[in-house]
């Protein structure tokens, strides 16, 4: 039985040794403990042997060996294929350069930021509001009553509570007098909705800056001196201004605000359709029934209002031909803001 064994063990060492897997370990456990193995076979044998008992033990070792080994081989491998993995596994480098792609800041956001740090440099505060709005706001607190022909101009969207999307950022106008009293200086830049079909210059979605200043002695002339001085700023080259009549039922005298055309300098060109001028910036001198709905004392205070189109402008300054390309997610259009 010993040489049996003896036999059985050399071979078992050189299978073991040259196991390369969990595969070729499964099978040489398979072959020595299995039903069928060889230990199996030492015990069957047993039943013949002159010296059970020492034979019996004899097996027993072998057999605790062979469990033993291969338990421990088995180990080994798992611990080898480990190390491999770690070994073959992309060390952390500091030094590698990853290629991001960085976002931008909007052509809107860029455009509102100037305004406002120019209106901001000449004692204006900067108010936010909201989008969603009553219908005193919108249009019956800036001398619009229902019915109003001016309403037509303003279709918008409609919430189930009457409420509705602003169409103006004036719809701010009545809360932030009542908020501030006079005198006032402020500007509201903001989102506005209308109910419009869309094409190059048409969009249901744009932005609008509010302004208005309101104190002792108030005239066209502060209005004309404050737009040319942030438009100024804000196109980096000195920009002349005229004022046509206009009329919007919050303002009395009410204007249109054109500047000289950015691409010939008031030449006339294919941009300003050869006028020299371009529309910019509605506006005018608060109407008395505006400013007394705001609680501002009309017999002391007078003021101005002015409903810049941001959207307008931005397109302007960066001489973006389709409006509807600020709201079309379309990163082609607006990736080229990046290095503004
Ligand atoms: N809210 C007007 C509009 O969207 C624009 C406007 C006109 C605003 C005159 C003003 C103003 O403040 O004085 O059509």
């Excluded at 040259?18 to 015990?43: F, P, Q, T």
């Excluded at 291969?70 to 080994?76: D, L, N, P, S, V």
């Excluded at 101009?153 to 409420?163: V, W």
């Amino acid at each position: 039985m010993k040489d049996r064994i003896d036999l059985l063990k050399s071979s078992f060492e050189e299978k073991l040794l040259s196991a390369g897997g969990k595969d070729d370990l499964e099978a040489i456990r398979i072959e020595y403990l299995g039903k069928k193995g060889h230990v199996a076979s030492l015990m069957a044998g047993l039943r013949d042997a002159a010296d059970k008992k020492t034979a019996g033990m004899l097996i027993n070792i072998f057999k605790n060996e062979v469990e033993g080994a291969i338990t421990k081989r088995q180990e080994e491998l798992r611990q080898a294929e480990l190390e491999a993995k770690i070994r073959s596994a992309k060390k952390y480098n500091p030094s590698l350069r990853f290629e991001r792609e960085l976002g931008s800041y909007h052509p809107i956001t860029l455009a509102t930021r100037e305004v406002e740090e120019a209106f901001r440099t000449m004692g204006f505060t900067i108010e936010d509001y909201s989008e969603v709005v009553t219908d005193y706001e919108c249009f019956e607190s800036l001398n619009i009553p229902k019915h109003h022909p001016a309403r037509d101009m303003q279709d918008t969207y409609y919430l189930d509570n009457g409420q509705l999307l602003k169409t103006q950022t004036s719809a701010a106008q009545n809360a932030i007098m009542k908020k501030y009293g006079a005198p006032l200086r402020a500007i509201f830049p903001g989102r506005c909705f209308r109910n419009e079909s869309t094409d190059a210059c048409h969009e249901n979605t744009f932005f609008q800056m509010e302004g208005m200043m309101i104190d002792e002695d108030i005239s066209i002339s502060n209005l004309i001196y404050f737009m040319k001085t942030m438009l100024s700023e804000v196109f980096k080259r000195d920009i002349k201004v005229r004022l046509r009549p206009g009329f919007f039922p919050f303002v009395e005298p009410g204007f249109e605000l054109d500047i000289s055309c950015l691409i010939c300098g008031g030449e006339g060109c294919p941009s300003c359709k050869g006028e020299g001028w371009l529309e910019l910036c509605p506006c005018g001198m608060i109407h008395p029934n505006v400013l007394r709905e705001g609680g501002i004392d009309t017999d002391k205070y007078t003021g101005f209002a002015f409903g810049l189109g941001l959207t307008r402008l931005a397109m302007m300054k960066y001489g973006i031909k389709d409006i509807r390309d600020f709201n079309s997610g379309d990163l082609k259009a607006l990736s080229q803001f990046k290095s503004i």
